[in-house]
């Protein structure tokens, strides 16, 4: 009797492991399906009309001003249509967004001679660049109902040095201005 008792309770926990490890691999195999469904694709996925203010902050104060970010499709599967609006004036800032060789890299084309290179990752356009002996970093963070757009810019002339040979040389960019906006999709 104890060895009939033995082998069924040995028989329902062998079973129980297995449901268990039925449930574990069958949540896995979800999360990763839903995961890759999550997957958006820059810049088709956040295609739209972006509203909100922009917040500009110095050593003068803080500014707000109405701002728009337009992203659009164009006749080329390459090439997007990408406008910025700043105040009440509206006053576009017509861009054309384009894709490279590389799924990561874009160019941004001011159609005015001047082209700034983007790299994307995780919903997120980067842009480093410097102009008029000033640094600027751009950050445009996408999502389903909205996008974050910051603009930091440093002086260069500002630029203070640390560090050692021995540790590194580390220069310092203190920012000037700093330009952030939550603007929601329509």
């Not at 820059?42 to 972006?50: A, N, S, T």
């Not at 902050?57 to 090439?79: C, K, R, V, W, Y």
Request: hydrophobic residues 35%; glycine residues 4%.
């Amino acid at each position: 009797m104890k060895e009939i008792t033995f082998i069924i309770t040995l028989i329902l926990l062998v079973s129980c492991k297995q449901e268990q490890k039925e449930t574990v691999e069958t949540t896995a195999a979800s999360l990763i399906e839903n995961e890759v469904v999550s997957i958006k694709q820059f810049p088709e996925d956040f295609l739209g009309v972006y509203k909100g203010t922009l917040k500009i902050t110095s050593s003068n104060g803080e500014q707000q001003i109405p701002m728009e970010f337009h992203l659009n499709a164009t006749d080329s599967t390459d090439n997007f249509k990408y406008s910025i609006y700043y105040g009440e004036e509206r006053s576009p800032r017509n861009y054309n967004l384009k894709r490279t060789h590389n799924p990561n890299l874009f160019l941004v084309d001011e159609n005015n001679g001047i082209i700034l290179e983007s790299a994307y990752a995780n919903q997120t356009l980067y842009s480093t660049y410097e102009v008029a002996d000033n640094l600027l970093n751009s950050t445009e963070i996408f999502y389903d109902d909205r996008m974050e757009f910051m603009i930091a810019l440093s002086r260069i002339q500002d630029t203070s040095m640390t560090g050692n040979e021995e540790s590194a040389i580390v220069k310092n960019y203190p920012l000037s201005v700093m330009q952030r906006a939550t603007l929601y999709k329509e």
